[in-house]
């Protein structure tokens, strides 16, 4: 294919977006009010098609009293615990969520040690293991070969959560939503797709936010 036309369908392609529902610093948010979403909904059982809600709103850290509001609040019908936009392979309808057991949380409060995931018959365990004095890195076991789905050498208060896992794409293997944190001021939220991508999981979405 010629390299200039293969730029263009790339630049055409809309990027995958994940959000959750809350109130952001206004360049964190870049959807607009009345736009469509897939919504987690159902206490991530359901992919409903909703729009988006999105207001300016006073932010406290960055705004001047009296100024004009630069916050967003996002919000969605069913309470979403997320929402995404031109995601691919996931639609409207009925997901299956995994069953999550967490090993037991860490002293540090960094989050657990493994946890065991359990869709369909299959097991999966995601591992922290600990790098450098702050660090860590977490590694999906369970597939084809081990996933390195998460590193970050150092940390201040890092920590890690599972959000969600189940099959948003309909595919059989293995999806995940996770918190991570290298910084007790900044937050990921991650969408992990299986695939054929690293062994049978890819990241798909990542949505950033911070705080004070």
């Not at 939220?189 to 949505?207: H, T």
Request: proline share 6%; hydrophobic share 40%; glycine share 12%.
């Amino acid at each position: 294919m010629n390299p200039l036309l293969l730029l263009l369908l790339l630049s055409a392609t809309p990027k995958p977006m994940l959000l959750t529902p809350g109130t952001f610093h206004g360049t964190e948010v870049q959807a607009a009010n009345g736009a469509p979403f897939l919504a987690l909904c159902e206490g991530g059982t359901e992919l409903r098609l909703v729009r988006l809600s999105v207001h300016q709103v006073e932010d406290p850290i960055l705004d001047r009293e009296g100024g004009v509001p630069t916050g967003k609040e996002v919000s969605a019908p069913c309470e979403p615990l997320v929402l995404l936009r031109d995601v691919q392979g996931v639609r409207e309808g009925p997901v299956e969520r995994a069953r999550v057991t967490d090993s037991g949380i860490a002293s540090s409060g960094i989050g657990p040690d493994s946890v065991r995931i359990e869709l369909r018959g299959g097991t999966w365990r995601l591992e922290r293991t600990k790098l450098g004095e702050t660090g860590f890195r977490l590694t999906l076991h369970g597939g084809p070969a081990p996933v390195v789905l998460y590193e970050v050498q150092e940390t201040d208060d890092g920590s890690w959560e599972v959000l969600w896992a189940g099959d948003l794409n309909h595919d059989g293997g293995l999806d995940l939503v996770l918190r991570t944190s290298r910084h007790y001021n900044v937050l990921h939220f991650r969408l992990f797709l299986s695939g054929a991508e690293q062994g049978g999981v890819r990241e798909a979405a990542v949505f950033e936010i911070m705080g004070c």
